[in-house]
């Protein structure tokens, strides 16, 4: 079976759209060295209980486990152990068969796992070149549909629908 990586943040819940007002308010870029401290010392569970699912994601999710096509694992970054519990907690509840990696944020995602002929679903650009570099399959997650050079998905159960990714 072939092995499907999906991303969490950007891919399963949209934490962006809630930790970036929470940012501005507090007047830190996004880029600021300060903003690291914010997502450092954020409270995982509070934030995941109120950020929206992204496209009918957890069931789009059971879906795809449920084809038997793709041994299915989230394959996320992390900067916290409380960022790690926090999506632990979230995914096991929802869909408790589904394994879980945690990457340490200074580590790439091709380097904790082996990309060779495997998918990653991701939102961002630098892992999919990092992943497609290293003989990996990527695919590009865009909730609004906006194109890039690779295979580019709007909701996850169309993976099941790319008869190239399956084939490889
Ligand atoms: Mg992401």
Sequence with gaps: MKKLYIDFDGVILDTIKVTYPMLKKLNISPKDEEALDFYYNLDWDHIIKQTP?????INCIKKIIKSNLFEVKVLTHIISYNEGLGKIRYLKSRVPELEVILVPKEINKCDIVNPKD????????????????????????SDNGKKSKYITITKLDQILDIESVKEV
């Excluded at 699912?53 to 994601?57: H, K, M, P, R």
């Excluded at 495997?118 to 997650?141: P, Q, R, T, Y």
């Design 53 to 57: 699912e992204i496209n009918d994601s």
């Design 118 to 141: 495997a998918i990653l679903i991701d939102d961002f650009l630098g892992n999919l070149d990092l992943w497609h570099k290293h003989g990996g399959i990527a695919v590009k997650f």
